[in-house]
């Protein structure tokens, strides 16, 4: 547990911190706001070094950050920036109006007592040991949301420049490191705290299925806006996909077509519940069998095609050719190297005995 020097020293103070801890973030911006210097004393989570003695005897707990003044030593961050707040009174945290006061205390508790400590790292650790790395996300985007929504209503009446007014007060120092994780760590949405996402779809169209799957095995909220194949053409969803096809998915500003690249755009962004798995091979057999379907079976079977050949050949082969396309197809995706002794030996059989009649 190294030391750094950062000033001067006027005041002794020392700030035994680590870089990423949102507490610790918490006393940094005080000190900051107040012009205090102090002696930055790192102490690396992710190695343990917190639960080395030296730093339990300054807190038993094990928890940063932790202040040093003198013979005065003030662990847990409310503690430390109020203890700052009575003793260097310059550049003051809280405002003299009572009830913005109590505003302020209730924001700060909300992300100290209601969000931070349930998305802390000790927590996450348990969650990944105990019930699963893939929750770990979800649970801490819960969480975080739950908390948001608290103070969104705690604060709507009470905003100016910032979180109570015009100054950055308490209410601030608290919900800057938690929205920078928020964001920076766990993924939330900036502009609601929400998904902000709308998919273009039809209910029979496989292509949207595929996203609708994606998107419901993440758990990911969206908005359903239905389709119809017959009106593509529509201008408005022409300026979304110029192809015409389904699905679109629009997340914000950002507008991504085609399933393939949906799915991976939400693997990439939301990366709980992955449907890719970590091992290169069993990655490639994945992206093989998606590519058969999505580029050997279903653009042969699609609505374009079947009216084409309704029109140029005859109504009844349609069918004949579709259930060709499809037997060629999952044939395919039978001796993909790997595929076929991972899957239940009657599952391809049922399936193109059903298809080939």
């Known amino acids: 547990m190294a030391s750094v020097n950062v000033v001067e020293q006027d005041n002794k103070l020392k700030l035994y911190s680590y870089w990423r801890s949102s507490c610790s973030f918490r006393v940094r911006i005080a000190l900051n706001l107040k012009g205090l210097k102090y002696e930055y004393k790192p102490v690396n989570l992710l190695k343990g070094e917190n639960s080395h003695p030296e730093f339990l005897e300054l807190n038993p707990v094990g928890f940063v950050p932790v202040l040093v003044d003198g013979h005065a030593v003030i662990s847990d961050s409310f503690a430390i920036i109020m ?6 009174p310059n550049h003051p945290l809280l405002p003299s109006d009572i009830h913005k006061r109590a505003i302020n205390f209730q924001a700060a508790s909300i992300v100290s007592s209601s969000i931070q400590p349930l998305q802390n790292l000790s927590l996450l650790n348990y969650i990944e040991e105990k019930v699963s ?19 969104e209503k705690l604060l709507k009446e009470h905003t100016g420049k910032y ?3 015009d100054e950055v007060l308490l209410a601030d120092i608290f919900l800057a490191p938690q929205l920078y994780a928020a964001f920076k760590k766990f993924n939330i949405d900036k502009a609601t705290g929400e998904n902000n996402l709308k998919l273009y779809s039809h209910w029979m169209s496989s292509c949207s299925f595929r996203v609708r799957f994606a998107l ?10 239905a389709c119809n ?3 593509i053409s529509d201008p408005e969803f022409q300026k979304l996909n110029p192809v015409g096809y389904v699905p679109v998915l629009v997340d ?24 890719l798995p970590h091992d290169i091979h069993k990655r490639a057999i994945n992206f093989q069998v998606a590519n058969i379907v999505s580029s050997a079976i279903q653009p042969f079977q699609n609505l374009t095609v079947a009216k084409y050949i309704e029109e140029k050949v005859g109504p009844d082969e349609k069918l004949p050719w579709t259930q060709s396309v499809m037997g060629k197809g999952f044939t395919g995706e039978v ?10 030996p009657g599952l391809v059989y049922h399936i193109t005995g059903h298809v080939n009649g």
């Open 83 to 88: 203890y700052l707040e009575d003793k260097y």
């Open 133 to 151: 790395p893939d929750e770990k996300l979800p649970w801490a985007q819960r969480v975080i949301r739950k908390g948001f929504t608290a103070l």
């Open 163 to 165: 979180a109570t007014g």
């Open 216 to 225: 419901n095995l993440k758990g990911l909220k969206y908005e359903y806006e």
């Open 229 to 231: 194949l017959q009106r």
């Open 252 to 275: 914000g500003d950002v507008v991504i077509v085609d399933s393939f690249a949906i799915i991976m755009y939400l693997e990439d962004k939301y990366p709980h519940h992955p449907l």
């Open 335 to 344: 001796h993909v190297t790997g595929w076929k002794e991972h899957q239940h």
